[in-house]
């Protein structure tokens, strides 16, 4: 009737000429007055009017009776209708309290009946993300939000980070028990800035700025799944984004990388040079092979063929016999 009501009452005043219905729904008790003073009187005796009149009343308090327990009877069974079923999202689970007790029994997603007092608290256990960065807005705080923490020489350095993690939905009631709604800031914030300064406080600057960054991000969500996990919340990845280390020590660090990285081009340039001059020793060598193979087979017989084979082709060559002696040999005339 709370909810019926006032809307019958706003539709009359936009509809004048409403239905009858409209008008006990807005006010029965002013509707039925209305239809009392619409009738008119009989044109009868007295005692008959008076008569017709108390049987009228008697019939119109008897209907206005039972049509206001008509209305709260469907008002109450629509509320409670609306109250027993419940849509759960895909992604979400849902925890159920009575009266501040929590149901160890979690709703999964889809169309689920409860009972109509419940209180169902929605909770997400899709993949979530937690950043804390240097650049403002980027993470969850409006300002810079980066991790200071001190490595094993002493220095201060500043670290941005991103979380990836999920609720587990057989733990969800346990989470909203213990933590409740926002466990981001109750666990996720402050689990991120411990592990990260017990372990960084195990490297160098050197090694967290350059060598070892993905040795220390896995050190880093190893020891968020110890103290994490158990708590229902699955720890799935730890990005370590940035490292930004003082100011002078960050450029002797680029120096010296550059440095290194200078190094390892000469070396490159070294083997090259060496492999092209045991590859030029290689050639000569093959050369000389070739030239000693060329001069054993050249004899003065064999000159002679090479002599011979190339005057072949040569017009007007005529071919004359030599003896020992140097001379021509021509045959002889009988």
Do not use: C
């Not at 009149?53 to 039972?66: A, P, V």
């Not at 999964?108 to 997400?124: A, D, Q, T």
């Not at 960050?250 to 045991?278: D, M, T």
């Amino acid at each position: 009737m709370i909810i019926v009501r006032p809307v019958a009452q706003s539709y009359i005043k936009r509809h004048p000429n409403a239905p009858q219905m409209m008008h006990f729904l807005a006010d029965p008790l002013h509707a039925l007055k209305k239809m009392r003073t619409q009738s008119g009187p009989r044109v009868k005796t007295a005692s008959y009017t008076q008569s017709g009149n108390n049987i009228t009343n008697n019939y119109m308090e008897h209907f206005r009776g039972k049509f206001v327990w008509w209305i709260v009877g469907g008002v109450a069974a629509i509320v409670i209708f609306f109250n027993t079923v419940v849509v759960i999202p895909a992604g979400t689970t849902g925890v159920r309290t009575l009266f501040g007790k929590v149901n160890d029994k979690e709703i999964s997603s889809g169309l689920n009946l409860i009972f109509p007092l419940e209180h169902v608290e929605r909770m997400s256990i899709r993949t979530e993300e937690y950043t804390m960065s240097i650049i403002q807005g980027e993470g969850q705080r409006v300002g810079a939000d980066q991790i200071a923490a001190l490595t094993n020489e002493g220095l201060s350095i500043d670290l941005d980070i991103t979380v990836f993690y999920h609720l587990q939905e057989d733990k969800a009631s346990d989470v909203y028990r213990d933590l409740g709604v926002n466990f981001q800031e109750k666990i996720i914030r402050p689990e991120i800035r411990s592990a990260i300064r017990e372990v960084i406080a195990h490297y160098n600057a050197k090694d967290v700025y350059s060598e070892k960054r993905s040795e220390v991000s896995d050190a880093i969500q190893k020891r968020m799944i110890e103290t994490i996990e158990p708590r229902g919340i699955t720890i799935e990845q730890v990005l370590l984004r940035n490292v930004t280390l003082p100011q002078k020590l960050s450029a002797s660090i680029q120096e010296k990388l550059q440095a290194e990285q200078e190094s390892q081009r000469y070396e490159f340039v070294l083997e090259k040079e060496k492999k092209e001059a045991e590859r030029k020793r290689v050639e000569a060598a093959g050369q000389r092979d070739a030239q000693a193979i060329i001069n054993e087979s050249l004899t003065p017989k064999y000159l002679e063929y090479l002599y011979i084979k190339e005057l072949k082709d040569r017009e007007g060559t005529i071919y004359v016999p030599v003896g020992n002696d140097g001379l021509p040999l021509f045959k002889s005339v009988e």
